[in-house]
């Protein structure tokens, strides 16, 4: 029998990395442009995902 711990691991330090911004700006959650409301600029889909951590132990018999 032998165990392995494994452990997966991203996004460590829950950085809020930008993966799109807006054109006039640059910005991912502002934008110049009278035409976006308010409520249009939160573009949760324009970050990356949050921290995420996954750790297990595999038994082999």
């Not at 006039?24 to 409520?39: F, K, L």
Request: proline share 8%; aromatic share 12%.
């Amino acid at each position: 029998m032998n165990a392995t711990l494994w452990a997966d691991i991203t996004n460590l330090l829950n950085k809020k990395n930008v993966l799109n911004v807006f054109d006039d700006s640059g910005r991912p959650d502002y934008s110049t442009n009278p035409a976006i409301s308010p409520e249009n600029r939160h573009r949760p889909h324009w970050f990356s995902a949050p921290r995420h951590v996954e750790v297990g132990i595999e038994f082999n018999f």
